[in-house]
């Protein structure tokens, strides 16, 4: 077939680098279309996907990413048993797709790396799909018709300029991906706890500055990713340790080893530093301290399925081990030493 090379199998047709802008297939046999279930046209110049992408009717799999694809024609509606349609980094917005777009029985939909401004309505037909990808677009909002996707397991929003979560996100019973990281997210709604499905939620790179208590509820979490939002970097940022003075020192020292002293011992001043001693709340230490201290973040476990960060002081930076793989910290509570270690999971920071 002249000029059509890397054909790889019967049933995968790769066209892909060939700088290709339109799909001739005067060399392509009928047997070879009927048999195409896998199609490749990466890396060309397409800017309207081609109608004769429809002879190749078992297709399954199309993926015309990295074009400068700017719309889909109607044609595309005849491949009855396509499942997976990539198109990744091109021109395409919410214009792109013909009107009839959600009838299709597609299950994988990846437009990330687009120009789509809004959620395009089309999507909200397809009953089928389970994974849609769009991140690295311009969306503002998740319309709460979103609802309607009812199979969806994986939802990537990633790279967009998103401001708020719908609460009907929680209607979707399978989803059990949702990445919204790199957006404008300023909270997020409790309604969230009703999704049961739901084990890995990536909201780094927002403005959150709190979770709401319902999110404890979500017993299936694996995985939480928070970094880059003020929620954390109010607990982890300029965590700088200054060294006691020999003032404290001392205080430490006759603290610490209960040395005795009568108020009459010692000036007045002394007295009433040693009596404003904190005692380390790492069990294991025993220490005590004054003015100088380690901030620290402690991950709580919250109904023994993940972490959160709340802060606390230590006398010295012996006390704390955040690099440690003990999922449990030397300087857990009692109460949060009952709990098993294997039920805690990971809140990500960084």
């Not at 994988?108 to 959620?119: A, C, D, K, M, P």
């Not at 609802?147 to 929003?157: F, Q, V």
């Amino acid at each position: 077939m002249d000029g059509y090379e890397g054909l790889e199998g019967e049933k995968v047709l790769n066209l892909s680098r060939l700088n290709l802008d339109n799909l001739d297939l005067e060399h392509v046999g009928e047997e070879r279309k009927r048999d195409t279930q896998q199609l490749l046209l990466v890396y060309n110049r397409f800017i309207m996907l081609p109608g004769s992408i429809c002879h190749f009717s078992n297709l399954v799999f199309l993926d015309i990413s990295c074009n400068r694809l700017a719309f889909i024609c109607e044609d595309i509606l005849r491949l009855s048993k396509l499942k997976t349609l990539v198109a990744k980094n091109n021109r395409l917005d919410e214009f792109s797709l013909p009107k009839d777009f959600g009838t299709m029985s597609l299950e994988v939909v990846n437009f990330s790396g687009n120009r789509f401004e809004e959620f395009p309505s089309e999507f909200l037909n397809l009953q089928r799909l389970q994974s849609l990808s769009l991140g690295g677009n311009r969306l503002k909002t998740i319309p709460a018709e979103i609802e309607h996707l009812t199979s969806l397991e994986l939802l990537y929003l990633g790279g967009n300029s998103i401001t708020s979560i719908p609460p009907e996100l929680a209607n979707l019973p399978y989803l059990s991906y949702l990445v919204l990281c790199d957006n404008r997210i300023q909270s997020i709604p409790p309604q969230l706890a009703q999704m049961r499905s739901l084990r890995s939620l990536s909201l780094h790179n927002n403005l959150l500055t709190y979770l709401p208590r319902e999110i404890l509820s979500l017993f299936q979490l694996q995985e939480l990713s928070l970094r880059g939002n003020p929620l954390v970097v109010r607990f982890v940022k300029d965590m700088t340790y200054d060294p006691p003075s020999l003032l404290e020192l001392a205080g430490r020292t006759v603290k610490s080893r209960n040395l005795p002293y009568k108020p009459e011992d010692l000036p007045g001043n002394l007295v009433r530093y040693l009596d404003l001693a904190s005692k380390c709340p790492n069990p294991k230490c025993g220490g005590v301290y004054f003015d100088s201290c380690v901030r620290h973040i402690k991950f709580v476990d919250f109904c023994g399925k993940y972490r959160l960060p709340l802060m606390h002081y230590l006398c010295s930076p012996e006390c704390s081990s955040p690099c440690s793989s003990n999922p449990q910290s030397d300087a857990d509570s009692e109460d949060e030493n009952s709990v098993p270690a294997h039920r805690m999971q990971k809140v990500l920071l960084g």
